[in-house]
């Protein structure tokens, strides 16, 4: 699956969403709602990794709800959401960013220009 497949998927499945039995669907949120989300599961996500490698925490698997796969999970879910609601081509903006990055820092490069 390439990210904009990845992307669709996302979109198809948040669609269908709910928090029980409230009204809040999934896939209605803003951006500023996305990145707030986002930002929450970022933390998330360095509390996970400070655990795992700092303290040594064992990894958990999919079923542990902070288990560090989890919580990747969780930010690319949302990452993709919000290219999605503020019309971003993830793919296509990565590739753009790896060019500007291999233009910048490529090792290539700063070893024929010494």
Sequence with gaps: MDIRELQHFIIEHRAKWSFG?????????TPEQLMLGLSAEIGELAGTVIREYRYGRPRGGMDDKSSLPNEVADVLVLLLALCNACDVDPE???KN??????ARFCQEKASISR
């Design 21 to 29: 039995d409230s009204d809040k669907i999934f896939g209605n949120e």
């Design 92 to 94: 296509e903006v990565l």
């Design 97 to 102: 960013k790896v060019a500007m990055n291999d």
